[in-house]
């Protein structure tokens, strides 16, 4: 028994010792690259091959960087990013730190220890911090992001938080930042590492922004170019690059015209859906909901009998029949685009009836 441990312990040490000896040699290779672009710190994670998976050595290049910018007159904004077109950063090297703790070396100890400090300083950054974050970001990686004030994702972007699946728990603040995500949604993520990709990862509140990855480089020549930029400085010229897309627009028609250009394929499936549906009862629907925003409940259910005396009632009555009786499923409505439905058209639905509007 004792040789069967001091061999494996001994396998664990050569082994540690062959990722020390790996990451002496990529240190040449310049694991973090700093540059300063004007009044902009930028931090490049430059260990493209391993996905830019974060190690001890990064992240005491990183921490005294990013405490001197913080302090330097003349530094205004961080700009975080990864090489290689693939990673921002795919995690923490978590082969070395498992290493480590089999034979005890403090490496297991003082990895997570720094880390975690890395992690506090980037949330509590005093000047505007951007992570681009344009491809994989685990673990980490999540790290070195989503605590920071600004986040841009891409649709090249895939974000998780795959510890469960490795005997760990989702660390780096995520007991943090996944409570906080829309109902259980971080709970969801936290369980069952499930991915988030593209839009996604904004849509789910981790991301603060989703540019084209195409624009990336013309965003982040536009922030390093910005004179002594405030928070608000930094959030206008994100919202200038950030893609519209779906409800975004003030008309059906700018809609479907978002739908049609964004590209993906569920834009494109919801796309394809509403050319299904009638144009008039769109036009109907968009108007109700912008109304119903800011009435009452009463004041809703009288608008809406309204609009349903004009359902039952208008030229279109036919072809309610055709989907709701007949069940043929293939309308013919008419008018049979949205071009064609009229703007007096839709507000008629929305006239009193008198003397037989409801009552309450």
Known sequence: MSITILNSTHRSLCRLQRIRGQMMTSQAGAEILVEKVGNAGVITLNRPKAL????????????????????????????VKGAGGKAFCAGGDIRAVTEAGKIGDPLAKNFFREEYILNNTIGTYQKPYVALIDGITMGGGVGLSVHGRFRVATEKTLFAMPETAIGLFPD??????????????????ALTGFRLKGRDVQRAGVASHFVESQKIAALEKELVDLKTPSIEDVSRVLDSYQKRVGCLSNSVEGIVH????????????????????????????????????????????????????????????????LVLVDKDHSPKWSPSTLKEVSEQSVEDCFSSLGDRDLKL
């Not at 780096?172 to 993520?189: A, C, I, N, W």
């Not at 109700?288 to 359902?311: D, F, I």
């Open 52 to 79: 830019n998976a974060l190690n001890m050595n990064m992240i005491r290049l990183m921490y005294p960087q990013l405490k001197k910018w913080e302090t330097d007159k003349e530094t205004d904004i961080v700009i």
């Open 172 to 189: 780096v603040g995520g007991g943090y930042f996944l409570p906080r995500l829309q109902g259980q949604l971080g709970l969801f993520l």
């Open 258 to 321: 978002n739908l049609k250009t964004d590209g993906s394929p569920f834009a494109q499936k919801q796309a394809e859906t509403l050319a299904k549906m009638s144009p008039t009862s769109l036009k109907i629907t968009f108007k109700q909901l912008q109304a119903g925003g800011t009435m009452s409940l009463q004041e809703v259910l009288v608008m809406e009998y309204r609009l349903s005396q004009a359902c039952m009632y208008a030229i279109y009555f036919f072809c309610v029949c």
